[in-house]
């Protein structure tokens, strides 16, 4: 079974904070996705990557970055939180195949709040 | 971009009854996953199915690429059944390999 985890369920977080938000896949995966879900938005990508080191933009990239230097490890980052990052984070994985899609699976989510 | 659209955007059920479930999109995609949303927010893969038919216990999934649809069929349905169905598509022109969601139907299951 494919397993992704995330580093934190709930997190409280104060505005201008740092923050990360870890995730990690079991399935020797090549690509990893971070979503974030709002109510009446939906889920929406904000960044993906199909390699180690390799990222692209997804439709809100803004206000974030990304890091992948393993291939089992994706994190989100949040250089100065702000009240509008309050949001569920999801993160994903699925196999590459050039020209192809593969299912995606994801993690339980991370409750962001920022005061 | 790929539009998604699901309905009905709410159902209640009596527990044993059958419902069905629409997606419809705007262009070819090649690939469509159904997801059953948790209470807890977690993601839980139904299907993937970008064409064909798949059945999983009383659960089962049709997609019709050609004309654009998928249905989710929930078959005697349990209070366990409740919470937020999504319907997700993509395609993979170039690097682009996000999924585009739809709305969500919200089910709720009464005993």
């Known amino acids: 079974d494919v397993k992704v985890t995330q580093s934190s369920r709930y997190l409280v977080k104060r505005t201008g904070e740092k923050v990360f938000l870890e995730c990690v896949q079991d399935?020797?995966?090549?690509?990893m996705f971070w979503y974030r879900q709002d109510p009446g938005l939906g889920l929406r990508l904000i960044y993906f990557s199909y390699d180690v080191k390799m990222k692209e933009k997804g439709d809100i990239p803004e206000g974030y970055s990304v890091s992948r230097e393993k291939k089992e490890r994706f994190s989100l980052i949040l250089e100065s939180a702000s009240t509008n990052q309050t949001s569920m984070y999801l993160c994903a994985s699925s196999l590459l195949t050039w020209g192809g899609f593969h299912e995606q699976y994801f993690g339980p989510g991370t409750r962001l709040t920022v005061t | 971009g790929i539009q998604v659209e699901q309905s009905p955007p709410d159902l209640i059920l009596q527990e044993g009854a059958n419902s069905t479930l629409r997606c419809n999109f705007s262009?070819?995609?090649?690939?469509l996953q159904w997801f059953h949303q948790n209470p807890w927010g977690q993601l839980i893969n139904l299907f993937y199915?970008?064409?064909g038919t798949k059945q999983n216990g009383r659960l089962s999934a049709t997609t019709v690429a050609t004309e654009r649809y998928s249905l989710l069929y929930i078959s005697s349905s349990q209070t366990t059944d409740s919470g937020v169905y999504f319907c997700a598509v993509g395609y993979s022109g170039g690097s682009n390999y996000k999924l585009t969601f739809g709305k969500g139907t919200l089910l709720t299951v009464n005993p």
């Open positions: 199915i970008p064409s």
């Open positions: 262009d070819s995609v090649n690939n």
């Open positions: 399935m020797d995966h090549e690509n």
